[in-house]
């Protein structure tokens, strides 16, 4: 083998090998996406329809399909195969060789290779590696095309290439493929875990199933109701937002123990079936349903069918149960008239457990918490003071102290318990960062929970006031109404500086921004990313100013 030989030979591996380093690359982009969407392929179609130019079918990928084109109908016949090998090396170079595209420079929440991850991966690879040899093994024996001058080359460069940029374009729907695959393996799996997590259910017959959801707030009432009742009995408790069905079995499985006494499971819905799903596996002895917002519409499509979905805990609560209900949501205080055979408690302004008196500042929240009997007379009363910020937590404690008086644990023990409480990461959670006072409200904001959050952030009497936000997603047909909603409400704040994260995503807030004359207007930037709005901070604030971080969309919203 002569040197040409030699080193064409060596142009078309680096060739084959650029594209399948940005094949891989792709895919490891694409097994991210499909996991912080839950593994939902409805969900990751929409989403790669979203972004099919920008992710899916490429520009690169256009014009290196077009080169291809213009190479085979115009010069085959005109040059040789080294020369068009060469060309398609050098093209490849210049748009395959980069993969900044698929590689954030920070991920706000990494790839996680969990065993599922890794099955759905090995399963594309098994499919792209077949393509990959198959379209390798036709370049090498099908050639067509032959040199006029000397052969340094036995590959058919455009067969080739175009078969390598095909499998690169169609990675998603290798991906695809490979999830419908694997449903069956899955379904299998989990319904292994879910018999596992029943039987040991099962085997423990004193322990008590509290189940809670909501739109939003059950996570932090889930921390409180954790808080209160381990002051006297021994608790196992679902951490942060594990609330799908394999999130719940992986804690009954591995955490539960004898010795535990309640088991509190916090019980997430996106689409219809799902709270039902749930309680098949655990089935509760009390149920708490803390409110029906706005939250998911894009999946529910209205806040009824959010209502009825919620409702599934109500139905599905064991006979002679209790059913603990925010009496000040009308959707969720219908609910009551489900059941005529279990106990019915309120928690509100009419409820068993009322609060009253309540100052909420940048301090944590101060109020009177009064215990009623039927005959609305008040048997027992207590100041609670808290670190926890905002008036929705203040709710969230009537809710939770509901759920504690059925273990008979008394106010004073719940006072106590919340003054020492500290707030639940993410979700108003007072920080100091070099000199600033940071109110990190990050997690899946909400209308109820983003005003809240906004009239906080304006109570700080020092310094001055930012906010930096992305806006509020997953509310369907309403979701550009509540963002507007949500611009009028900061700009008439009295904040110094806002950031919205995003252009078009913010489209919204900004009108709502600009809609409001009176009063001083804040000082309004738009940037691309959380990392660009953190740059920006660092330039604009001093030592004692407040900033707001008011939710934080996941990398499946970067463009």
Same mark, same amino acid.
């Not at 999130?247 to 010795?259: E, R, T």
């Not at 901070?537 to 030592?543: G, I, Q, R, V």
């Given at each position: ?5 030699l080193?064409?030979n ?5 060739l ?28 990751? !179609? ?20 077009l ?34 595209r ?10 996680? @290779?969990t065993? &599922?991850?890794? !099955?759905?991966?090995v ?10 040899f198959?379209?390798i093994?036709?370049? @090498?024996?099908?050639?067509?095309? &032959?040199?006029f001058?000397?052969p ?11 078969g ?9 729907i ?25 039987k ?8 008590k199933?509290?189940a ?32 799908t ?13 004898a ?11 996106? @689409? ?20 029906v #917002? ?6 529910f499509?209205s ?20 059913l603990?209900l ?7 205080r ?29 301090e ?13 007379n008040?048997i027992?009363k ?6 926890l910020?905002g ?28 003054s ?15 000199g ?5 409200d990050a ?10 959050a ?8 020092t ?7 992305? #806006?509020?997603?997953e ?26 994260? #995003? ?14 004359q ?6 309004? &930037? ?21 900033v707001l971080?008011e ?9």
């Amino acid at each position: 083998m002569d040197i040409y030989t030699l080193i064409m030979n060596a142009i078309i591996i680096l060739l084959i090998a650029i594209f399948i380093r940005h094949s891989l690359h792709r895919l490891r982009y694409f097994l991210h996406m499909f996991q912080q969407l839950g593994y939902k392929t409805n969900e990751f !179609r929409h989403w790669l329809m979203d972004h099919f130019y920008s992710r899916f079918f490429t520009s690169e990928h256009i014009f290196f399909n077009l080169l291809i084109l213009g190479m085979i109908t115009l010069l085959v016949d005109r040059i040789t195969l080294t020369a068009g090998s060469i060309t398609m090396f050098i093209f490849t170079l210049f748009w395959f060789l980069d993969l900044s595209r698929y590689k954030a420079e920070k991920e706000k929440k990494p790839l996680v @290779y969990t065993a &599922r991850l890794k !099955r759905l991966m090995v399963t594309t690879l098994i499919i792209i590696g077949f393509l990959w040899f198959y379209m390798i093994d036709i370049a @090498y024996r099908g050639v067509q095309l &032959r040199d006029f001058v000397a052969p340094f080359i036995n590959v058919d460069p455009y067969f080739l290439s175009f078969g390598m940029v095909v499998v690169d374009i169609f990675i998603p729907i290798f991906l695809f493929m490979a999830a419908y695959l694997m449903k069956p393996v899955e379904k299998k799996i989990q319904n292994g875990f879910k018999k596992q997590a029943r039987k040991k259910l099962a085997s423990l017959p004193h322990l008590k199933v509290i189940a809670i959801t909501g739109s939003y707030g059950k996570t932090s009432t889930k921390f409180l109701m954790d808080a209160f009742l381990k002051e006297r009995v021994r608790v196992c408790v679902t951490p942060g937002s594990f609330n799908t069905p394999m999130g719940i079995c992986k804690v009954i499985n591995n955490d539960l123990d004898a010795h535990h006494q309640v088991l509190i499971l916090e019980m997430g819905a996106r @689409y219809e079936g799902n709270i039902k799903e749930l309680c098949d596996i655990a089935q509760p002895d009390i149920s708490v349903i803390t409110n029906v #917002g706005l939250s998911h519409l894009e999946t529910f499509g209205s806040q009824e069918a959010v209502a009825k979905e919620k409702s599934t805990l109500a139905k599905e609560l064991k006979s002679g149960g209790t059913l603990i209900l925010n009496g000040d949501d009308p959707l969720v205080r219908k609910m009551a008239d489900l059941r005529d055979d279990v106990n019915i408690v309120f928690a509100g302004s009419e409820g068993k457990v009322r609060i009253s008196d309540s100052e909420t500042d940048a301090e944590g929240t101060r109020f009177e918490m009064g215990i009623f009997d039927d005959e609305n007379n008040r048997i027992d009363k207590e100041i609670f003071k808290t670190k926890l910020l905002g008036k929705h937590n203040i709710q969230n404690m009537s809710i939770a102290a509901a759920v504690a008086l059925e273990f008979d644990i008394r106010l004073k023990t719940m006072s106590i318990a919340a003054s020492k409480m500290e707030p639940v990461e993410h979700r108003l959670e007072l920080k100091e960062r070099n000199g600033l006072t940071v109110i990190d409200d990050a997690f899946n904001s909400n209308p109820v929970g983003a005003k809240n959050a906004v009239d906080i952030l304006a109570s700080f009497k020092t310094g001055k006031k930012i906010i930096i936000t992305p #806006g509020m997603i997953e509310l369907g047909e309403l979701e550009e109404q509540e963002n507007q909603k949500l611009g009028e409400h900061i700009a008439k704040a009295g904040l110094d500086l806002v950031i919205l994260v #995003g252009d078009n995503q913010t489209k919204p807030l900004q009108k709502g921004l600009s809609s409001v004359q009176n009063g001083e207007a804040p000082d309004v &930037r738009v940037v691309n990313t959380l990392f660009e709005a953190n740059d920006l901070l660092k330039d604009y604030a001093s030592p004692g100013d407040v900033v707001l971080y008011e939710n934080d969309l996941p990398d499946t919203y970067n463009s």
